[in-house]
């Protein structure tokens, strides 16, 4: 019998190539929001396997989706014309570069990983933070990666299709890890550390394997980003980047995959409706000027979440639970 | 092999004013870590803040010294701006992390995130997005060496960097004195030990709390107004990076201590001088958060800590 999960991910991939039919024919603007949509689903929903699930507190989420971007740009800048010509199609070059950019990240993902065994809450954010800082300086003075001009010149190959069946996977792989036996770990790491390690789980497996998980599909998301828009730059990938990824999973509710899905959707579409509204000229200038300026709305959001709503917007059943038991 | 050392030099004292910047807001996170276990993300904002009073009160304030940049007005400023730090970082305090204090420490992390990006975009908001030149508060020239020290006489050291560090170590005795010696500062690290039973002992944790804030902020503040003085061009981001490297040195000297965090910020400027100096300016970020991260593995209770342990 295929379990009802693997049904709905097979159903959500026919979905997926049934509509990239229709997707093609709505207006590049629209379609520039939907695949953000999608890359930013990717994104909030593996983190949220870290940040969520797990309970670390990761701050560098950005950096992961710079070694994909980059990773990825590199091997179809390279391999694609001589390949693509010959054996291999272009769209297969493609995938096989997305995962190549997404073992890649999930390398660096072990790299920090390994180090965050000892540390937590605060001192995992700022580390994760310097990573990210790290990889950007790296791309920064690395000439084949065009250094501080940024990388160009690939070609467009994300498309609705590969977005968002990468998106259905991502959901797919996290919320059946999490619900199975073995995921379970997370989950205990997460409650309490140290009952988890009596218990005899190996906390320190768990916390490195949610970071290299979470930072592969964070370089897929990367590689689907750099090869929609065709260039991309260090300063792409920076701190705010992954703030802006963090805000999408407290937002949609730590360890609540759904809430998280929702919120970045509505988190993608946001500074769109802001824009138009910055462009109101009844308001006062300053409510514009703030309109424009996402982040002061951003933060405001994260400060008073926190103060009424920790649980995030949609609610979280083990959010309840916790409070209860309190 | 003289130039070479000269150069080498020249590069140390350059680092050591810088470094005490990054001592005076290190200082501030140590403080707060001691008393409430957390990291005040939006420290490196109030040192911006520091600056941006400098910069809106300086040439007023100095008006009333007499015409022109002044030692008094300088001063007259700095306090200024200590003050103005101070009542803010207790107002933060107060609005954003006082309703947290049971709640879980990522809770609180997020909030302390949230205030720092809230800061730094209001900032560019209120204050505007591009840098801007600070006022001229003291007349900055090289010191002149007389020719008869020698080689020594090849260096180049500014009024300002002196300055720097001068009031620097002016604030850590002032600093260690009121922690040491007085009573709020006795109640303070009574907190830091415990704080059950510091408030056994009828001791008022929010007012400590309340006070260590201020305190910590006035660092801040004062930060703000010496890195202008040597570098005049001042933006509402410039908090973001000096933050970071300060919370770096903090954790370098060992989180929670105060020689500590006075140490690790001196360090982390020569380290910056000497990379900026010998290898590239590019690098000077990644090698700093790379010393974290060598200081975490290696030794997570950093130069001066002590380690506590983690208890069910």
Redesign the interface.
């Known amino acids: 019998m295929i379990e009802r999960s693997k049904i709905l991910l097979l159903s959500a991939l026919l979905v997926c190539a049934g509509l990239s039919h229709v997707a093609g024919g709505i207006s590049p603007y629209y379609f520039d929001i939907l695949i953000g949509i999608g890359i930013n689903i990717i994104l909030a929903v593996s983190l949220n396997l870290v940040n969520g699930y797990t309970g670390q507190f990761s701050l560098g989420h950005a950096g992961f989706m710079a070694v994909g971007a980059y990773a990825s740009s590199w091997l179809t800048l390279k391999y694609g014309s001589s390949i693509g010509s010959g054996t291999l199609s272009t769209t297969t070059v493609f995938v096989l570069a997305l995962l190549g950019g997404g073992l890649g990240a999930a390398l660096s993902g072990l790299l920090v990983g390994v180090p965050s065994l000892r540390l937590k809450g605060d001192y995992l954010a700022i580390v994760t933070l310097g990573f990210n800082e790290i990889i950007k300086g790296v791309i920064q003075n690395a000439e084949p990666l065009g250094a501080q001009r940024g990388l160009g010149g690939m070609e467009l190959h994300t498309n609705f299709f590969w977005t968002f069946a990468f998106a259905a996977i991502t959901i797919y792989v996290v919320l059946n890890l999490v619900g199975s036996t073995y995921g379970r770990g997370f989950l205990a790491v997460r409650d309490d550390e140290i009952a988890a390690e009596a218990m005899g789980i190996n906390t320190t497996k768990y916390k490195v394997l949610a970071f290299v998980l979470a930072a592969f599909f964070a370089g897929i998301a990367g590689g689907l980003y750099a090869h929609f828009k065709q260039f991309i730059h260090p300063e792409g990938f920076n701190f705010l980047r992954s703030v802006d990824i963090v805000v999408m999973v407290i937002l949609g509710g730590m360890g609540n995959t759904a809430g998280v899905v929702v919120a970045a959707t509505l988190l993608t579409i946001l500074p769109e409706l802001l824009r138009k509204v910055a462009h109101y000229e009844w308001l006062p200038d300053w409510l514009q000027q703030v309109a424009e300026n996402r982040m002061i709305l951003y933060s405001l959001l994260l400060i008073i979440l926190m103060l009424t709503r920790p649980q995030g917007l949609f609610g979280n059943f083990t959010g309840k639970r916790n409070q209860r038991l309190q | 092999m003289v130039d070479k050392l000269l150069e080498f030099v020249q590069q140390l004292l350059n680092g050591l004013s810088q470094g005490s910047i990054y001592a005076l807001i290190a200082l501030g996170y140590t403080m707060v870590f001691g008393v409430l276990r957390?990291?005040n993300f939006a420290h490196g904002d109030v040192f911006m803040l520091g600056a941006f009073a400098g910069f809106y009160i300086g040439p007023k304030t100095l008006a009333l010294f007499g015409t022109g940049p002044s030692y008094p007005g300088m001063f007259a400023v700095l306090v200024v701006a200590m003050v103005l730090c101070a009542i803010i970082g207790i107002v933060i305090e107060k609005l954003?992390y006082r309703?947290?204090r049971d709640?879980?420490?990522?809770?609180?992390?997020?909030?302390a995130?949230?205030?720092?990006?809230?800061l730094?975009?209001?900032g560019?908001?209120v204050f505007g997005a591009n840098p801007q030149s600070f006022p001229e508060l003291i007349t900055d020239r090289a010191l002149e060496i007389p020719e008869s020290w020698g080689a020594i006489s090849g260096l180049t050291i500014t009024v300002s960097q002196v300055l720097v560090f001068g009031i620097t170590l002016l604030l850590l005795f002032v600093l260690r004195y009121v922690v040491m010696k007085t009573k709020l500062g006795m109640a303070m690290r009574a907190l830091s030990f415990n704080p059950v039973a510091a408030s056994l002992m009828g001791i008022n944790n929010d007012v400590i709390i309340s006070f260590t804030f201020g305190l910590g902020s006035a660092l801040a503040g004062a930060a703000g107004i010496l890195i202008s003085i040597q570098q005049p061009s001042i933006d509402p981001l410039m908090g973001?990076n000096a933050g970071?490297k300060a919370?770096?040195a903090a954790?370098l000297g060992g989180i929670g201590n105060l020689p500590g965090a006075a140490l690790g910020g001196i360090l982390i400027g020569l380290i910056e001088a000497l990379v900026v100096g010998y290898i590239?300016p590019?690098?000077r970020?990644?090698i700093v958060?790379?010393v974290?991260?060598l200081i975490?593995?290696v030794k997570?209770t950093g130069l001066l800590g002590t380690s506590e342990r983690?208890k069910?």
């Open positions: 957390f990291i954003c309703p947290l709640r879980p420490k990522l809770t609180v992390l997020i909030t995130i949230g205030v720092s990006l809230f730094e975009n209001a560019q908001l973001v970071l919370f770096v954790v590239s590019n690098y970020d990644a958060f790379g974290l991260i975490l593995i997570p983690e069910v």
